[in-house]
T-cell receptor, first 112, second 115 residues
Framework: QKEVEQNSGPLSVPEGAIASLNCTYSDRGSQSFFWYRQYSGKSPELIMSIYSNGDKEDGRFTAQLNKASQYVSLLIRDSQPSDSATYLCAVNYGNQGGKLIFGQGTELSVKP | GAVVSQHPSWVICKSGTSVKIECRSLDFQATTMFWYRQFPKQSLMLMATSNEGSKATYEQGVEKDKFLINHASLTLSTLTVTSAHPEDSSFYIC???????????FGSGTRLTVV
């Protein structure tokens, strides 16, 4: 059973703080890792994708991947109230275009 | 680019009836489509994978006779919920992998309510 685990949340941070979201996965053969943001009643929206060990930065977002520890994280700097949403970690199992398995999601609340 | 159009966005049906959800790739050919279900406050659970021209592959615990998936063309995949019951009420989302990168594109989702 391939699994993706996330912090259960909810996570509450003050505006301007750093929000840290974590995810672990079970299959060492996983190749592609994604962070999605989802608002209630909407489809997931891609925030970051990462494929290699290390950090990947895009604006206020940084994804970190450690394949040896089977761990991927997302840091949101200078958190804004508009960042309040559920963040889903997703892992691709198998070849490119293979099934995407989602974690249970972490609800983030950024307080003004 | 790489848009998947999903319809309807919401539907209410009576118990015992069937509902069809369509996902159409508008500007690319989707040889594979993933179908997810999401209950309130829960994550996306993969139900099945459809491949153009072949039978769908269902995840463990998903009733293939209840959730009929058809992928007859490279631009259209459909999910039919047969003999719907209130417990089938959920948010259904389709997703297609993108050939150009390792990413995925998602439909806008269908909120199904069975009364």
């Amino acid at each position: 059973q391939k699994e993706v685990e996330q912090n259960s949340g909810p996570l509450s941070v003050p505006e301007g703080a750093i929000a840290s979201l974590n995810c672990t996965y079970s299959d060492r053969g996983s190749q592609s890792f994604f962070w999605y943001r989802q608002y209630s009643g909407k489809s997931p929206e891609l925030i970051m994708s990462i494929y290699s060990n290390g950090d990947k930065e895009d604006g206020r977002f940084t994804a970190q991947l450690n394949k040896a520890s089977q761990y991927v994280s997302l840091l949101i700097r200078d958190s804004q109230p508009s960042d309040s949403a559920t963040y889903l970690c997703a892992v691709n199992y198998g070849n490119q275009g293979g099934k995407l398995i989602f974690g249970q999601g972490t609800e983030l609340s950024v307080k003004p | 680019g790489a848009v998947v159009s999903q319809h309807p966005s919401w539907v209410i049906c009576k118990s015992g009836t069937s509902v069809k959800i369509e996902c159409r790739s508008l500007d690319f050919q989707a040889t594979t489509m993933f179908w997810y279900r999401q209950f309130p406050k829960q994550s996306l659970m993969l139900m099945a994978t459809s491949n153009e021209g072949s039978k769908a592959t269902y995840e463990q615990g998903v009733e293939k006779d209840k959730f009929l998936i058809n992928h007859a063309s490279l631009t259209l995949s459909t999910l039919t919920v047969t003999s719907a019951h209130p417990e089938d009420s959920s948010f259904y989302i389709c997703s297609a992998p993108l050939v150009s990168n390792y990413g995925y594109t998602f439909g806008s989702g269908t909120r199904l309510t069975v009364v």
